[in-house]
C-alpha cells in the first residue's frame, strides 16, 4: 500500500480542486490519501464525490498552532468535523486569516511592494487566504522567483519585515480539542528549519505525555539526519512515525506520494479513531 497522510487543494492554499486531487492520487498510484487543509474542512464533501475507486480517503485537517512563540502545525485526522468545540476553535483562526493577510499587504506596501489586496484575494480564491498566497502574488510581480524565496526574513517568514501574526492554537489544547473530537494528532514537519524557529525536543516529549499520536518525519523539508534523529525521537517517546508529501499542487515542488506512511502506522491511526473512519472510493463521479 501507497499512503499519503498531508495533502491540500484550494479549501486552502493548494491548486488543485479537492476532485482533481483524489483523481490525480489514483492515477499515481496510491492507495489512501488524506486532505488536510488548514484548519479547514470544507473540501471534504468534493473530495469524497469524486474519489475514485480503488482509492481511500483520510479526512483531516492541518491546524495552526503557537507554542513558546514559535509556529507549529498538527496534522488532525479522523476527527468529528462537527464537534462544537473543534469546530468553533477552527473558525476562530480561520476568521483571523483575512485581516492577517491584509495587514502583510499593508507591511509590503510600506517597503515598497505594489501588491494590492484583489491580487491576494484572487489568488485565494474560495480558499482559506494565507501566507502561501500572500507569497504567491509577490512572485506574481517578480519580487521573488518562488514562493519559497518569500519565506525568508526579508519577507514572510516568522518575524521576517512582512510577516503579521494570526491566532493560532495552543498546541495542548489542540491535542484536547482533537482528542475530544476522536482524532488522531500528528506533529507536522517537527524540524522543518528552513521554515523558521521550530520547537524544542523537550516539547515533543511534553506533548507526547499529553497525548501527541506521532511525528511527520519522512517529509521533504527534512533532511536523511533530521529523519534518523527523529526517529529516535519516535522511538523514545513511543510516538508513531508518519511520512507524506505536503502536496499543494503547482504551488510548491513536492509530488503526491514523495514520502508514505507505513500501512501499520496507518492501521494503528484508523484503529485509535472514533471521530470519523476512512472513505473507500466507490468510483466518483
Not at 68 to 91: I, K, Q, T
Not at 205 to 216: F, K, M, P, S, Y
Not at 221 to 234: C, E, N, P, Q
Request: glycine content about 12%; some cysteine; overall charge negative.
Amino acid at each position: 500500500m501507497r499512503i499519503d497522510l498531508h495533502t491540500h487543494s484550494t479549501a486552502s492554499d493548494g491548486t488543485d480542486t479537492p476532485a482533481q486531487l483524489v483523481r490525480k492520487a489514483a492515477a499515481t498510484g496510491l492507495d489512501v490519501i488524506a486532505l488536510t487543509d488548514h484548519d479547514t474542512t470544507r473540501g471534504h464533501a468534493e473530495a469524497v464525490a469524486a474519489l475514485p475507486e480503488g482509492l481511500t480517503l483520510v479526512t483531516g485537517a492541518e491546524l495552526s498552532c503557537r507554542v513558546g512563540g514559535v509556529s507549529m502545525h498538527m496534522l488532525a485526522y479522523l476527527f468529528d468535523p462537527e464537534e462544537p468545540a473543534l469546530l468553533a476553535e477552527r473558525e476562530l483562526v480561520r476568521d483571523d486569516r483575512v485581516p492577517r493577510a491584509q495587514g502583510m499587504v499593508a507591511k509590503l506596501n510600506a517597503l515598497g511592494v505594489p501588491v494590492t489586496w484583489e491580487q491576494v484575494a484572487r489568488i485565494a480564491g474560495d480558499g482559506s487566504v494565507g501566507r502561501p498566497h500572500v507569497a504567491a502574488a509577490l512572485v506574481e510581480l517578480g519580487v521573488v522567483p518562488t514562493v519559497g524565496d518569500a519565506f525568508t526574513q526579508d519577507w514572510l517568514a516568522d518575524g521576517g519585515r512582512a510577516f503579521v501574526e494570526k491566532h493560532e492554537t495552543d498546541p495542548f489544547e489542540a491535542l484536547r480539542l482533537i482528542k475530544g473530537a476522536g482524532g488522531v494528532a500528528v506533529f507536522a514537519h517537527p524540524a522543518a528549519a528552513k521554515r523558521g524557529r521550530t520547537v524544542p525536543e523537550t516539547t515533543i516529549a511534553e506533548l507526547a505525555a499529553a497525548g501527541l499520536d506521532g511525528i511527520e518525519v519522512d517529509h521533504m523539508d527534512h533532511d536523511a539526519d533530521t529523519r534518523t534523529r527523529l526517529r529516535g525521537t519516535a522511538r523514545e517517546l513511543g510516538l508513531l512515525v508518519t511520512g507524506s508529501s505536503d502536496y499543494h499542487g503547482s504551488r510548491k515542488t513536492c509530488v503526491l506520494g514523495e514520502y508514505t506512511t507505513d500501512p501499520e502506522v496507518y492501521g494503528e491511526i484508523t484503529r485509535r479513531a472514533f471521530g470519523a473512519f476512512p472513505v473507500p472510493g466507490a468510483g466518483g463521479v
